[in-house]
């Protein structure tokens, strides 16, 4: 059962999703790591989340989101179902 609650500011809602960073570098090494910024979030910031998004879901590109990824990390973010 999942006991997390979403991660951003003022929010109490349960959280519905492990937030992760990914990338693929031209090495073709794989990049996937928890979002530190914001580890988990609920169903309603994913969806504020991505329509916030500013750049391309691309790999080797700096995404920039309301809630995620806001140390810049290359790459971009990736919702995994609690």
Do not use: W
Request: charged content about 15%.
């Amino acid at each position: 059962m999942n006991h997390h609650l979403c991660s951003v500011q003022n929010c109490s809602n349960h959280a519905t999703a492990e937030v992760m960073l990914y990338d693929v570098y031209e090495s073709g090494e794989v990049f996937l790591e928890r979002d530190f910024t914001c580890p988990y979030i609920c169903a309603k910031h994913v969806a504020e989340n991505e329509a916030s998004l500013q750049g391309a879901r691309t790999p080797g590109t700096i995404t920039k989101y309301t809630y995620t990824n806001q140390h810049l990390a290359q790459g971009f973010t990736i919702y995994r179902p609690l």
